[in-house]
C-alpha cells in the first residue's frame, strides 16, 4: 500500500508519532531513517499500539527505545496489514515516557545533533507534553486566549466547563501547603478538566491549570456531551466514573511522593489473594459488586498502591482503554474471599464507544492516557541530587 503519512524527525518525534497512530487506532508499519545511522528503524502498529520494532538487530522493546534516540531523519507511514504477537506489551504512554527518561538520562544514545527537551524555563520541571489528535471544532463553542502564568482553573473552585487546547501548553498542578506540584503538562488536542466534571452539578475543581507560555483554548461544548451522556449504558457510565477516580487517586499519590510523604506499601499483598496477575493477557473486564480491591505495581523497589477499588469500579481490560495499570502493568488483589464482582460485557461497551462522537472518545482516551503518564511517573524512581557542581 502507499505512504500514508511522511515527515521529518526534527518536527515530529516518534513520541509524537506514537500519540497519532494511538489516538486514529492505526495499522501498519512506520519506516524511519536517519543520516547518522546505516540502519533502517521501523515500529510495527496494531490498532494504534506498538507491538514491535525492527533496529540494527534488535527487536522488541530494545529496538523501539533505541529509536527514540533518532532525534533528527525522516519517517513514513504505511497502513498495511500487522499479524505478529505483541512483542512490547506497554502502553503508550509508558513507552514515551520511559523512552524520553532514557534518552535524558543518556541510557539511549542520541543520534542527531537535536537532544530530546522537556520541562520548562519557568518550573524547570521534566514532564514531557501530552498531545490529542486534531480538534473537532464541531464541539468549539468558543476561544479564549490566556498570557504565559495565567491561572485558567483553581484547585477548590466550583466549575463544570471543559476545554480543548488549540495552541500552546497548559501545566496542571497539585496546590499543597508547601507549594504547587507540576502533575501534567498538555499541548495541542489534549483537554482540560474532567468528564466527571462536566456531569456533576456543583463540581470541585481538584487541580489548578495555569498557562505555560501564551496559550489558545476552545471551550468544548458541554451541553451535547451531557447528551451523549445521558444515552449512555450505566455500566459504561460506571467505566467512565471509575476511571476519572482513578485518575485522582494516582495523583494524589504522585503529590505524596513528591512531597516525600512516607507511605507504607510493603504490606499491601497481605492477606490479599491475586485476582489479575501482573503482565496477564486476560482479556476479561470486571464490576466490583461487594467488597475492595487493589490495583498495585510490582517494581524494583517494592509494591506500590495505584488505586483502591469499591463498589460500582471497574477492573480488567476494556478495550479502548490502555491505562498503564492491570493487567499488563499491575496487579489486581483483594481479601481472600470478600471480593464480589460481575464480567463486564466488553463487546456491548465496545459497540457502544464506537457509536460515540471523535470529541467524547478522545476525551475518554485523553482521561486514560492522563492516568498511563501519573501511573509511570509515580512508578519512576526520584533521581537524586548530585552533590558538589551545579
Request: hydrophobic fraction near 35%; include cysteine.
Amino acid at each position: 500500500m502507499g505512504i500514508s503519512l511522511s515527515g521529518d524527525l526534527s518536527y515530529m518525534s516518534l513520541g509524537e508519532l506514537v500519540q497519532i497512530f494511538g489516538s486514529n487506532g492505526s495499522t501498519g508499519i512506520l519506516r524511519l531513517m536517519n543520516k547518522y545511522n546505516d540502519n533502517l528503524g521501523e515500529v510495527h502498529f496494531f490498532n494504534g499500539n506498538p507491538v514491535n520494532a525492527i533496529c540494527d538487530k534488535k527487536q522488541g522493546k530494545d529496538a523501539l527505545y533505541m529509536l527514540f534516540g533518532w532525534t533528527e531523519g525522516e519517517f513514513e507511514f504505511n497502513l498495511t496489514n500487522v499479524n505478529e504477537k505483541d512483542y512490547i506489551k506497554k502502553s503508550r504512554m509508558e513507552i514515551m515516557l520511559e523512552g524520553s527518561r532514557m534518552v535524558d538520562d543518556g541510557v539511549i544514545e542520541k543520534v542527531g545533533p537535536v537532544s530530546f527537551k522537556r520541562g520548562d524555563k519557568s518550573t524547570g520541571n521534566a514532564l514531557p507534553v501530552i498531545s490529542g489528535p486534531l480538534v473537532d471544532y464541531m464541539y468549539v463553542v468558543d476561544e479564549e486566549d490566556y498570557k504565559d502564568g495565567q491561572e485558567i482553573i483553581k484547585q477548590g473552585k466550583h466549575g463544570n466547563w471543559n476545554w480543548v487546547v488549540l495552541d500552546g501548553i497548559v501545566e496542571i498542578r497539585k496546590e499543597t501547603p508547601k507549594g504547587p506540584i507540576p502533575i501534567l503538562r498538555v499541548g495541542n488536542g489534549s483537554f482540560v478538566g474532567s468528564i466527571a466534571g462536566l456531569l456533576t452539578k456543583n463540581n470541585v475543581r481538584s487541580a489548578s491549570v495555569v498557562a505555560d507560555g501564551d496559550v489558545q483554548l476552545g471551550v468544548v461544548d458541554s451541553q451535547r456531551l451531557s447528551m451523549e451522556y445521558a444515552r449512555l449504558s450505566r455500566e459504561f457510565k460506571n467505566i467512565i466514573l471509575s476511571l476519572d477516580k482513578r485518575v485522582k487517586q494516582i495523583t494524589n499519590k504522585l503529590v505524596e511522593i513528591e512531597l516525600m510523604i512516607k507511605t507504607d506499601d510493603s504490606n499491601i499483598t497481605k492477606g490479599k489473594e491475586i485476582i489479575i496477575k501482573q503482565g496477564s493477557n486476560k482479556k476479561d473486564a470486571f464490576i466490583v459488586t461487594d467488597g475492595r480491591a487493589f490495583v498495585i505495581r510490582k517494581t524494583d523497589s517494592g509494591y506500590v498502591l495505584l488505586a483502591t477499588l469499591e463498589e460500582g469500579d471497574f477492573f480488567g481490560s476494556i478495550p479502548f482503554l490502555n491505562l498503564g495499570q492491570e493487567p499488563d502493568s499491575a496487579h489486581v488483589i483483594a481479601p481472600k474471599g470478600q471480593l464480589v464482582h460481575d464480567v463486564v460485557d466488553c463487546d456491548l461497551l465496545q459497540s457502544e464507544h464506537d457509536k460515540l462522537s471523535a470529541t467524547f472518545k478522545n476525551m475518554i482516551e485523553n482521561t486514560a492516557i492522563f492516568l498511563s503518564a501519573t501511573t509511570t511517573l509515580s512508578c519512576t524512581p526520584k533521581k537524586k541530587k548530585k552533590k558538589g557542581k551545579k
